[in-house]
């Protein structure tokens, strides 16, 4: 009887677990709770800006894998990158896509967010989201992987764009030409004009 019993446990989990509804929900309300916690960090009026952008980043690391992403970016490059250069790209390109997020996403200040669906195919899947502004509708779709109990994002679509896409090509030319090395200073140039270190030099 006991066995019997938990045959018909184990055989619910199962179905529970591999049902694509079930997986579509989960996918999606994943994305929706990290994008209303960036907004809600943007519209926080008792933030100032610096805040703002640190609230912001903190949602965005919780739901980006960025060793993935950057695994993506580099393509075949990575497995040519030793450990050391493996781990500062996935520093500097972390900065670089939360700049860009940020960025992108503070462009959009009082307009609301709209969920059309997401779609499943095994550990994979894809979420839509629509920014609803006056003169358009600007979609926002996330690509994302289970990996355990969580649903990561590895890859977004702004406006068509992919931002993996976008950054693979550019740095396929300039490691070709440059190296690994040449990358990775390319890319801190690229963060010290959004952020200058400051000068020890009295003003």
């Given at each position: 009887?006991?066995?019997?019993?938990?045959?018909?446990?184990?055989a619910?989990?199962?179905?529970?677990?591999?049902?694509?509804?079930?997986?579509?929900?989960?996918?999606?309300?994943?994305?929706?709770?990290?994008?209303?916690?960036?907004?809600?960090?943007?519209?926080?009026?008792?933030?100032?800006?610096?805040?703002?952008?640190?609230?912001?980043?903190?949602?965005?690391?919780?739901?980006?894998?960025?060793?993935?992403?950057?695994?993506?970016?580099?393509?075949?490059?990575?497995?040519?990158?030793?450990?050391e250069?493996?781990?500062?790209?996935?520093?500097?390109?972390?900065?670089?896509?939360?700049?860009?997020?940020?960025?992108?996403?503070?462009?959009?200040?009082?307009e609301?967010?709209?969920?059309?669906?997401?779609?499943?195919?095994?550990?994979?899947?894809?979420?839509?989201?629509?920014?609803?502004?006056?003169?358009a509708?600007?979609?926002?779709?996330?690509?994302?992987?289970?990996?355990?109990?969580?649903?990561?994002?590895?890859?977004?679509i702004?406006e068509?764009?992919?931002?993996i896409?976008?950054?693979?090509?550019?740095?396929?030319?300039?490691?070709?030409?440059?190296?690994?090395?040449?990358?990775?200073?390319?890319?801190?140039?690229?963060?010290?004009?959004?952020?200058?270190?400051?000068?020890?030099?009295?003003?």
């Amino acid at each position: 009887m006991l066995k019997r019993l938990m045959a018909v446990l184990m055989a619910g989990l199962v179905i529970s677990v591999s049902n694509p509804a079930i997986a579509e929900t989960e996918a999606l309300d994943a994305v929706r709770t990290s994008v209303e916690a960036i907004l809600e960090s943007l519209k926080d009026k008792e933030l100032d800006a610096e805040s703002r952008r640190e609230q912001m980043r903190a949602a965005i690391k919780d739901r980006f894998d960025f060793r993935a992403m950057s695994q993506r970016t580099l393509a075949t490059n990575w497995k040519k990158a030793s450990d050391e250069e493996k781990q500062q790209f996935i520093e500097l390109f972390t900065q670089l896509i939360e700049n860009s997020y940020v960025d992108k996403i503070e462009s959009y200040t009082n307009e609301t967010v709209e969920y059309p669906g997401a779609k499943v195919k095994g550990k994979k899947a894809i979420v839509d989201t629509l920014i609803i502004t006056a003169s358009a509708d600007i979609p926002v779709n996330y690509k994302l992987y289970r990996k355990g109990e969580e649903w990561l994002v590895y890859d977004v679509i702004i406006e068509g764009v992919s931002l993996i896409n976008n950054y693979r090509s550019s740095y396929k030319e300039i490691v070709k030409k440059e190296g690994i090395t040449g990358l990775l200073a390319k890319m801190q140039d690229k963060l010290n004009e959004v952020d200058p270190a400051p000068s020890d030099q009295p003003s």
